[in-house]
């Protein structure tokens, strides 16, 4: 046998029995490296046993196979290995075969039986394919199902929960914070420097794992109800206002928000006629700017305001410096856009800013806002699939030219802010 320098943790899931097991990590916690140490052990420790692992991509599961076929301390012990064959397989000289498959073809599952398979990244996984393709295949050899990531509603509801009143299912709960290699004060330095960089919600749900349904929210229910007041629509001159207009035309409407600086609350927004004429709206942004005593207003000039489906177009952004001339234009990069996601996510969960009741859009808005995580490990933000952000857009901007300190200061015709 190989002899694994492990944690405790680890030591516990490698020994664990039962028949559920719930891996629920945060990210760089270092979960692949525990359950690659109880694939080996269960492959190795009885003769024809038949794993398999679930990675979320065919390309993943490659790069599993690779961190176990490869490695000299389990070549001794491999029979024959194989990148594809028609996909990553490794035998081991006992008769146990430990299979490596992917969940976006599904059907391809279907059929055969195991004595333990594992899903990785679970949180990304659909639940009907768990149900009826996954779960099938323990089922006959009476097999263990191991779910490894993070929290899903799917997760939380069906198994997490159970498990106090449930001997059968085990769950490992882990934060990134315990992961070894940030225990000492490099690894804590990193740590603190990631957690500035992501919305507090994103750290709690993809590096803290706090238990609940996965909701992948980037600024928290509660605390956007709580932020609601009434009455705060009150015209006290260009000084105490600041403005953000998030333009669109061609798949999302054009948007605005305003903010009073002198209670750090939103008290205004409107959402504008999807494929209405720039030149009408910037007439009508105006005539509400007007009535707010012609605060400084943050504009989107990215893409031309086309969605970014073209080139930034003056024909399309001239418009509103003609009919509105107090503007500062900004362009969404990549960097802009986190800092931004970021601060305003911060001024809910500080308690920071108030959003005037009369602002359901917005509200609604919020409250659906999300993320998710590309494979580089960046995270995006945008309205939940097929929705629209502008209002939330629109009020990351206000709030930008708030912290700034904007609603008193007049730009320059070429201002902008990358």
Same mark, same amino acid.
């Given at each position: 046998?190989?002899?694994f320098f492990v944690t405790p943790q680890q030591k516990d899931l490698i020994r664990s029995r039962a028949d559920v097991i719930l891996l629920v990590c945060g990210r760089r916690y270092g979960k692949n490296f525990g359950w690659r140490y109880r694939a080996i052990d269960r492959c190795l420790g009885r003769k024809n046993f038949e794993y398999t692992y679930c990675a979320p991509s065919y390309a993943l599961g490659q790069a599993e196979w690779e961190t176990i076929a490869l490695n000299p301390g389990c070549i001794p012990f491999i029979a024959h290995s194989s990148k594809k064959d028609p996909y990553p397989i490794i035998r081991w000289k006992n008769g146990s075969v430990l299979h490596f498959r992917s969940l976006d073809r599904p059907r391809n599952l279907r059929g055969g039986g195991d004595d333990e398979i594992a899903v990785d990244e679970i949180q990304d996984a659909d639940e009907d394919i768990i149900e009826s393709v996954v779960k099938p295949r323990i089922t006959d050899r009476f097999g263990t199902l191991v779910m490894m990531g993070q929290f899903s509603p799917y997760v939380y509801d069906k198994y997490y929960l159970r498990a106090k009143k449930n001997s059968n299912i085990k769950v490992f709960h882990h934060?990134?914070?315990d992961g070894i290699r940030f225990q000492g004060e490099k690894g804590k330095r990193r740590l603190a420097d990631l957690k500035e960089d992501i919305p507090p919600t994103v750290w709690d749900q993809e590096y803290m794992v706090i238990p609940g349904g996965?909701? +992948?929210g980037v600024f928290r229910h509660e605390k956007v109800m709580a932020s609601k007041v009434g009455g705060f629509h009150t015209i006290q001159g260009s000084s105490t206002y600041v403005a953000g207009l998030d333009l669109g035309m061609i798949?999302?409407?054009a948007a605005?928000?305003?903010?009073?600086?002198e209670n750090s609350t939103v008290v205004y927004?409107?959402?504008?006629?999807?494929?209405?004429d720039h030149m009408e709206t910037a007439q009508q942004v105006a005539g509400i700017l007007s009535g707010f005593g012609n605060p400084t207003c943050l504009m989107d000039e990215t893409g031309g305001a086309t969605g970014g489906k073209t080139k930034r177009q003056d024909e399309y952004t001239r418009y509103y410096r003609e009919y509105y001339g107090?503007? +500062?234009g900004v362009v969404w990069t990549k960097t802009y856009k986190t800092r931004m996601v970021r601060n305003l996510s911060l001024a809910f969960e500080?308690?920071?800013?108030?959003?005037?009741?009369?602002n359901q859009g917005l509200l609604d808005e919020l409250v659906k806002y999300t993320y998710t995580r590309r494979k580089n490990g960046d995270y995006d933000y945008h309205g939940p699939s097929g929705k629209k952000d502008n209002y939330v857009a629109a009020l990351m901007m206000a709030w930008d030219g708030f912290k700034r300190g904007w609603f008193n200061t007049a730009p320059t015709e070429s201002s902008m802010i990358i």
């Open positions: 046998m190989i002899d934060p990134t914070t996965g909701s +992948r798949e999302d409407p605005l928000a305003i903010v009073d600086a927004s409107q959402e504008f006629p999807l494929g209405q107090n503007i +500062r500080n308690g920071e800013i108030k959003v005037d009741e009369k």
